[in-house]
């Protein structure tokens, strides 16, 4: 398709992108577009260095390759450099979305559908300011490069969020419900579940008290070990933060023992989700990459470049926010598998605990920290009342080896809204999630 220059490697990254986006506060409407846009992004490689173009215009691709080319000093071993021979070879093409495409759904059956849902939001006194959003994104890629690739491939997402604020007495909380899928089925399933989750922060807002601090036995939802494992664990398995960094090599040796037995954690691009990437922006094909597994770290996540620096294989993990980017390395689905036991099995010998529902954030590389939405007692083996924590906060290490287990339940979440940020790139979609995880102690404010 495009001429390539002999003694270079070379790949292009095509991407046609429609999107569209529905912003609705106390039903006043804010914002309700639709864009879509094409682009390319070219990379050049020598052997010593990077060449990179992007560009709006995919009619001028030849010409910016040849211009490119042009600054490059020609290798004619190229294919015997570590970097290119980490750069696979795939043709494919397959489309996931092509009888379910949000581009053939009108921007008005979207609001239309969103405007459902405002009735429950008005029926709550409480609620003193509610929005609403729905979003989606189809993106179709084509990658072609030197050593033959020829891929075209589809993704998308499809979401809706709402949030609001409560108001009871002294008390303020805000809370958030955010359904994301990767087909347009969502709201035909969701609204019991937003009538559920209303309820409930209504009846924390009611009922919660204030935790005494201290050290407690912590239980984790899907979704806050979810949080966890991508901010405490999945960036420190982006393997660029180890190149040139002999101590980090050490430390981060695979095969050393870095948690629990029970606890295996893996990042997945193959699973269905916001972190859906069958082919990452390398063109290398996603896998199924153990970073931890039984306790012991296993792997971590690469490009072609830390791969070769590393002497380890690609995993599928290069990734860039859209055109306009080279792609770094990047987590797409990140979370814990799943154990054995019921919830009520993972708590029934709790004495005093807490279990965590919903958070509004968490952050941590080494300490990581947890700021609580809606959390409860564990007394006696059972969920009891609401209480309200400021923050949960531990030692990365210290607690991914006090994991005592993990339930059977499991949940693979995607946020329709915002995303993973890292370098200028962001909000970069990404999965994340897992099963209840009990974690022996945690400080608990």
Same mark, same amino acid.
């Given at each position: 398709m495009y001429k390539f220059h002999d003694g270079l490697y070379t790949d292009v990254r095509i991407e046609n992108t429609f999107e569209s986006n529905i912003?609705?506060?106390?039903?006043?409407?804010?914002?309700?577009?639709?864009? *879509?846009? +094409?682009?390319? =992004?070219?990379? @050049?490689?020598?052997? #010593? &260095?990077?060449?990179?173009?992007?560009?709006? $215009?995919? /009619?001028?691709?030849?010409?910016?390759?040849?211009?490119?080319?042009?600054?490059?000093?020609?290798?004619?071993?190229?294919?015997?450099?570590?970097?290119?021979?980490?750069?696979?070879?795939?043709?494919?093409?397959?489309?996931?979305?092509?009888?379910?495409?949000?581009?053939?759904?009108?921007?008005?059956?979207?609001?239309?559908?969103?405007?459902?849902?405002f009735e429950i939001l008005k029926s709550y006194g409480l609620i003193t300011l509610w929005k609403a959003n729905y979003m989606d994104l189809n993106i179709h890629k084509e990658f072609y490069s030197s050593k033959e690739s020829n891929l075209s491939f589809d993704y998308q997402k499809v979401g809706f969020r709402f949030g609001?604020?409560?108001?009871?007495?002294?008390?303020?909380?805000?809370?958030?419900? *955010?359904? +994301?899928?990767? =087909?347009?089925? @969502?709201?035909?399933? #969701? &609204?019991?579940?937003?009538?559920?989750?209303? $309820?409930? /922060?209504?009846?924390?807002?009611?009922?919660?008290?204030?935790?005494?601090?201290?050290?407690?036995?912590?239980?984790?939802?899907?979704?806050?070990?979810?949080i966890f494992a991508h901010e405490s664990f999945g960036h420190k398995s982006e393997a660029d933060f180890m190149i040139g960094d002999e101590k980090m090599k050490k430390e981060w040796k695979l095969g050393k023992k870095v948690g629990s037995s029970i606890l295996s954690i893996v990042d997945d691009g193959n699973e269905k989700g916001n972190g859906f990437v069958?082919?990452?922006?390398?063109?290398?094909?996603?896998?199924?990459?153990?970073?931890?597994?039984?306790?012991?770290l296993s792997g971590r996540l690469h490009s072609s470049t830390t791969a070769a620096d590393l002497e380890e294989e690609t995993t599928g993990n290069a990734r860039a926010l859209d055109f306009e980017y080279e792609p770094i390395v990047r987590m797409t689905n990140t979370y814990i598998e799943p154990g054995k036991l019921s919830f009520e099995e993972l708590i029934s010998d709790i004495k005093e605990g807490i279990f965590i529902d919903s958070i509004s954030h968490?952050?941590?590389?080494?300490?990581?920290?947890?700021?609580?939405?809606?959390?409860?007692?564990?007394?006696?083996?059972?969920?009891?009342?609401?209480?309200?924590i400021s923050v949960v906060t531990g030692n990365v290490f210290e607690t991914l080896n006090l994991i005592e287990n993990v339930s059977k339940e499991f949940k693979l979440l995607s946020f329709s809204m915002g995303g993973c940020g890292k370098l200028e790139q962001m909000p970069l979609p990404v999965g994340f999630g897992g099963p209840y995880v009990r974690v022996k102690e945690l400080n608990v404010q």
């Open positions: 912003e609705v506060t106390n039903e006043r409407l804010d914002n309700m577009k639709e864009n *879509d846009y +094409s682009g390319a =992004f070219i990379r @050049i490689f020598d052997g #010593k &260095k990077w060449f990179y173009s992007s560009l709006n $215009d995919i /009619s001028k691709i030849q010409e910016e390759i040849d211009s490119l080319s042009k600054l490059a000093s020609k290798d004619m071993n190229i294919n015997d450099n570590p970097i290119v021979k980490k750069l696979q070879s795939n043709r494919e093409k397959i489309s996931f979305y092509k009888d379910n495409s949000v581009r053939d759904i009108s921007i008005e059956k979207k609001l239309s559908d969103l405007s459902s849902c609001w604020n409560l108001s009871f007495k002294d008390e303020k909380l805000s809370e958030i419900f *955010d359904g +994301s899928d990767n =087909f347009y089925s @969502i709201m035909s399933f #969701k &609204k019991d579940d937003l009538i559920k989750k209303i $309820d409930q /922060s209504i009846d924390f807002i009611k009922n919660s008290k204030n935790i005494k601090p201290g050290k407690y036995t912590v239980v984790l939802s899907p979704l806050a070990a979810g069958p082919f990452d922006d390398e063109g290398n094909r996603a896998h199924k990459t153990y970073l931890i597994k039984n306790g012991i968490g952050s941590g590389m080494s300490t990581f920290t947890m700021a609580p939405n809606m959390s409860y007692l564990i007394k006696d083996g059972k969920i009891a009342e609401p209480v309200k």
